[in-house]
């Protein structure tokens, strides 16, 4: 097995952008989720807005996210937010380790995803591992993963939501998926993990299974 794609998220519940390098850190991939979208009292995110996937982030040059080649920060973008999500809708920057929904790094299997014959963009992945077995994932919660130079602990299997039932493309919505990744999978797929030991993780690099 080795690793096939890398993502990064820089605002979260927008699309992302693929990387072919990153050095993992306590916090997962450097910049991933440090801008979220609020309206006047919560946490905006695609589970209510799907809106929000038809944006795509990226870092810039200077470490600071861009959404669609703008500045975060802009006035330009501001208004396209307002008008796809709300009125009161504005982003903010926040680097704490509560803006993870679970763990910092989710890390999914190309087995697991092609049994269901679905898009891997839709299950947001930062690091997609290939040549797996449909089933290989589930066995991996409480093992450890030796990807490139980091070193990861699997803690459980990610209990997937309505998210996953949006295009990542057009976000039209089929209800159908959800229920397929309930019923053919327990409604759980792909990994949550945390990173043991930081270390460089490029495409291409082997994936190890060690014992917990």
Known sequence: MVVGEIWRYPVKSMGGEQLDVA???????????VVHVRDAGDVLTARSHPALLGFRASLGPDGEPLVDGQPWGSEVLAERLRGAVGPDVR????D???RFDVLPLLVATDG????????????RPNILVSGATADAER??????LRIGGALIGVASLRQRCVMTTY???????DVSILRRIVRERGGRLALDCRVIEPGRVAVGDPVEVLEG
């Open 167 to 173: 295009d990542p493309d057009t976000q039209v919505q």
């Open 23 to 33: 050095m993992l850190t306590a916090d997962g991939v450097p910049g991933d989720r």
């Open 91 to 94: 982003l903010v920057r926040f």
């Open 112 to 123: 697991a995803i092609a049994a269901l014959g679905l898009d891997r963009r839709r299950f």
């Open 139 to 144: 066995s991996w919660p409480g093992k450890r």
């Open 96 to 98: 704490g380790p509560e």
